[in-house]
Nanobody
Framework: VQLQASGGGLVQAGGSLRLSCAASGRSSSAAARGWFRQAPGKDRELVAATSRLGIRTYYADYVKGRFTIDKDNAKNTVSLQMDSLIPDDTAVYYC?????????????????????WGQGTQVTVSS
């Protein structure tokens, strides 16, 4: 499975950005997906996750109500719409995928469950 993330950039506080993660490879469409982020000097943390068909979603408390994860099953792409951005959202954002998820409602909140990772895209929010 290969993951290609795009859409990062520089935005002012209160602005929006949309990240996309395209997946390819065998069984990539059958994986649960997630977005993580890592700020300088901090551990990588989960931002949002979705089940392989996009039926169920999960959001970390610090982005709930501001970020939206959605999956385009036809394109096998997962997007992260980020609204009302704040400087604390500044980080490198990574998309990730689990191995094949037989349960269509399964999503993963444990980083150890994700086997495949994209290259990361920088998001910088200025105050």
């Amino acid at each position: 499975v290969q993951l290609q993330a795009s859409g990062g950039g520089l935005v002012q506080a209160g602005g929006s950005l949309r990240l996309s993660c395209a997946a390819s490879g065998r069984s990539s469409s059958a994986a649960a997906r997630g977005w993580f982020r890592q700020a300088p000097g901090k551990d990588r943390e989960l931002v949002a996750a979705t089940s392989r068909l996009g039926i169920r979603t999960y959001y970390a408390d610090y982005v709930k109500g501001r970020f939206t994860i959605d999956k385009d099953n036809a394109k096998n792409t997962v997007s992260l719409q980020m609204d009302s951005l704040i400087p604390d959202d500044t980080a490198v954002y990574y998309c990730a995928a689990t191995t094949l998820a037989t349960n269509p409602t399964y999503y993963a909140t444990d980083e150890a469950a994700y086997r495949y990772w994209g290259q990361g895209t920088q998001v910088t929010v200025s105050s």
